[in-house]
């Protein structure tokens, strides 16, 4: 509890209703940003050029999704110090990558989100419940990684990973995140709805199968920084993507016909079994896994993220569940926007079609979100007064 100068009590603020926004307005804007950067032959803005699109999209977008998600409810002043460290990191990158403030702001605001969002697991009872502290904590200090990758010159450091490697390990670090966080939020979401319904469901957290999976990836986001071990990450992933599946079919979605939102999420947890798998494939067969690693990146956090953030503000604006349009629109566009995504392959600018399709149903989906979490914060605000 805070107070302004009046005296008066002031409540903390969920910090979902800052970043989430923000971060959808963000990921509306970068991409489209990125590709035009590219095909129109100006080169602007310099920050979304090669690397720097994927830096974004996983250090500043990703991560501020994560702080939306795990800081809960914050004093306003912690959160404006995230959120303005933030945006100086995203702007200073976007326009200067090279610039010291670009270099040195992204790092800082993963390690201060890391500050604030990993002591909060730490209380949990069950190792299990306290993982996804470390996992956050891994991606965040990808983000210091990615910086030193990029100042140390490749011939002075030969076996120091260079900062493409290191951008695929942070997407096997954030699909590792995402398959725990995704399954703790669709596990009890599911069993509650069945369970309303009169049907067990005895495979509910699958701690077993969520243990394998997450030892699976973590030593596929290791070997990862090293390129030799590419068939065997390759295998790790084709693995985990199996383990997702059969995770997902035993929560027994079929009787959820009724809760479109849960489907989607679902849905979302699937683009990552894809993603792990096609991925798997490239890598075995020593071919680029770029294009198959947007079904994770598109397919799985697209739809994740999206699904989850209205249903967050949904449940807190009017104490129920996004409409069945909302979250099925959503799928649909974030759909072909990771299949129009992997039709461009791994030389994306020679099918500029098929790219700027996917850029913008990315970005009309996220635009929305954005304007959606928006009314409803303010419906939530209107509520309390």
């Not at 989100?113 to 991606?139: C, D, E, M, S, Y």
């Not at 699937?270 to 994770?296: E, K, Q």
Request: net charge positive; aromatic share 10%.
């Amino acid at each position: 509890m805070t107070s302004d100068n009046s005296g008066m009590p002031r409540k903390n603020i969920h910090a979902f209703w800052l970043f989430f926004p923000a971060a959808s307005l963000f990921a509306a804007l970068t991409v489209p940003l990125s590709v035009f950067s590219v095909l129109s032959g100006t080169g602007w803005p310099p920050g979304l050029l090669g690397a720097g699109h994927g830096h974004e999209l996983i250090f500043g977008f990703a991560l501020a999704l994560v702080a939306g998600y795990t800081l809960g409810p914050q004093p306003y002043r912690v959160l404006t110090v995230l959120f303005v460290l933030w945006l100086l990191a995203r702007v200073s990158w976007i326009l200067a990558p090279e610039s010291l403030p670009a270099q040195l702001l992204s790092p800082a605001f993963a390690l201060l989100l890391a500050r604030h969002t990993v002591p909060r697991f730490q209380a949990a009872k069950k190792w299990r419940n306290r993982v996804a502290g470390p996992l956050i904590l891994l991606l965040c200090l990808l983000s210091v990684v990615f910086w030193l990758a990029s100042n140390t010159p490749a011939a002075s450091t030969p076996a120091f990973p260079d900062s493409r490697q290191v951008l695929t390990t942070a997407i096997v670090g954030l699909l590792l995140l995402m398959t725990f966080i995704g399954g703790r939020i669709i596990a009890p979401a599911v069993a509650g709805t069945l369970e309303k319904r009169g049907i067990p469901l005895e495979a509910r957290v699958q701690p077993r199968v969520e243990g394998t999976l997450l030892a699976t990836l973590l030593l596929a986001l290791l070997l990862s920084f090293l390129p030799v071990a590419a068939p065997a990450v390759g295998l790790l992933l084709l693995a985990a993507g199996f383990l997702i599946v059969i995770r997902t079919v035993r929560w027994k979605l079929w009787h959820c016909r009724n809760r479109p939102d849960l489907l989607v999420l679902a849905l979302g947890y699937l683009w990552l079994a894809a993603g792990a798998v096609l991925s798997g494939i490239s890598l075995l067969t020593r071919n680029d896994p770029l294009a198959s690693m947007h079904l994770i990146t598109i397919g799985g956090l697209g739809t994740l993220s999206t699904s989850v953030m209205l249903r967050l503000a949904w449940q807190r604006a009017r104490r129920t569940v996004p409409p069945a349009w909302q979250v099925a629109g959503l799928a649909s566009g974030m759909a072909v926007a990771a299949i129009a995504r992997l039709f461009a392959g791994n030389t994306p600018f020679l099918e500029p079609t098929a790219l700027w399709l996917s850029a913008a149903s990315w970005s009309c989906i996220y635009g929305l979100v954005a304007l959606q979490v928006a009314l409803l914060f303010r419906r939530a605000q209107n509520r309390r007064k």
